[in-house]
């Protein structure tokens, strides 16, 4: 097992990683010192195969459990099913020592969490990510949301978790797109900080995507190591966070434009980051090989490197409506080079507008 230690404002947190852990969750629990009831919120389909172990391993080391389950799907990620997770955790009497424990993939974690969030001004949270996306980003860094019907993540809160245990056997049921999808924010890890990251990457694609240990669980435990400390320089995202949003200029217009439906959120980004790498080389910050490679890494993951068909109009508009718009003016995160990026606020239209008409005809 690996730990990698968080320090987040409200304290330290430990982040497991490894094998078999949630058969042994009640004794990480208990060795991370948290005590109190266990309030399970799980994706439905996670709990069919991984409710039953969560659930045992947790009483066998004394914890009370009563669980609630979501559909699974962004859809659940609603104030609707925050208020229907508000009235069970009033109806089992949740008290403020008491825990949540999030099972599941983003959609779980970041529903659990913003029900932590706000039930009670703030209840312990535990997150349990069994998608390899929840694992390498979306478990850590205590950011928590629900969408609103005119935004995903617009009503949210920062609230960091007292653990978290990422069990990766628990990837090996993972639909194979599912793990393609994550696999665009690990390549993306590797551009904005992590060279030799990239370069694993490139020598062990095939191989990570059959998950294949213990080249997966280092790649989650590196992935964590490094979204860590970007997260504790700057937790609230005034400014180095930002960077995390490589690929998500032109990634986000693409999941508007279609509806959050044709698209998953890492294809998105993944057709974001070639657009942003293309933009980089427009404006002469990095050669034609870096942009090569990356799109070559991203080809092997099985990821789209362009979106066919789509309105160039459309996606501008919606880059408009995005919410890292910081003073009416776009940031964008473009690379320098393989494991370094940079924001830049000055992107003309005019160079946006060729990549996005590329992107869309090649
Ligand atoms: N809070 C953050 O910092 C942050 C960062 C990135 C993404 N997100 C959010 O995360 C969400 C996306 O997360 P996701 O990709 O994990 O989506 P998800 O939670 O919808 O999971 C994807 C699918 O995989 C299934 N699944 C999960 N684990 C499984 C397993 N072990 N075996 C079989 N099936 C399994 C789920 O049932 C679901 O159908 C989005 O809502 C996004 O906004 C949040």
């Not at 009831?37 to 991984?50: F, G, H, S, T």
């Not at 039953?52 to 099913?81: D, H, I, N, W």
């Not at 205590?142 to 990422?166: D, T, Y």
């Not at 060279?195 to 240990?213: D, G, H, I, M, T």
Request: glycine share 10%.
């Amino acid at each position: 097992m690996m730990q990698v230690l968080i320090r987040a404002a409200a304290g330290e947190y430990q982040v497991l990683v490894g094998r078999g852990l949630i058969a042994r969750c009640g004794e990480s629990l208990r060795a991370a010192g948290l005590d109190g009831a266990v309030r399970l919120i799980a994706d439905e389909q996670v709990y069919q195969r991984y409710g039953q172990p969560v659930e045992m391993g947790l009483r066998a080391c004394g914890y009370s459990v009563t669980s609630f389950t979501v559909p699974s799907g962004e859809s659940s990620k609603s104030l609707e099913t925050a208020a229907q997770l508000y009235d069970w955790l009033v109806d089992v009497g949740t008290e403020r020592r008491d825990l949540v424990l999030a099972l599941g993939g983003g959609v779980a974690g970041d529903l659990a969490g913003f029900v932590a969030a706000t039930f009670l001004r703030g209840l312990r949270l535990v997150q349990f990510p069994t998608s390899l996306l929840a694992q390498v980003d979306s478990s850590v860094g205590g950011k928590v949301a629900v969408n609103h019907p005119r935004g995903k993540n617009l009503i949210g809160a920062f609230h960091a978790p007292s653990l978290v245990v990422a069990d990766s056997e628990a990837l090996l049921t993972l639909p194979p797109r599912e793990i393609s999808n994550a696999m665009a924010e690990i390549v993306k890890t590797g551009i904005i900080l992590d060279a030799p990251l990239f370069e694993r990457l490139e020598s062990e694609a095939e191989s990570l995507l059959r998950l294949v240990e213990p080249g997966i669980e280092q790649i989650v435990a590196r992935c964590v190591e490094l979204k860590a400390r970007v997260v504790e320089e700057d937790e609230r995202e005034r400014g180095m966070r930002a960077i995390l949003n490589y690929g998500h200029t032109i990634g986000h217009a693409i999941e508007a434009v279609t509806g959050f439906e044709s698209y998953r959120h890492g294809e998105a980004v993944s057709v974001g980051m070639v657009g942003a790498a293309t933009v980089a080389l427009r404006l002469g910050m990095i050669d034609a090989a870096v942009a090569h490679r990356q799109e070559r890494l991203l080809r092997r993951f099985g990821l789209p490197v362009s979106c066919p068909g789509l309105s160039p109009d459309r996606l501008i508009e919606a880059m408009g409506h995005d919410k890292k718009l910081s003073q009416g003016q776009l940031s964008w995160v473009l690379p320098k080079g393989v494991g370094c990026v940079t924001i830049r606020r000055d992107v003309p239209l005019s160079a946006v507008r060729e990549v996005l008409d590329w992107l869309v005809t090649r």
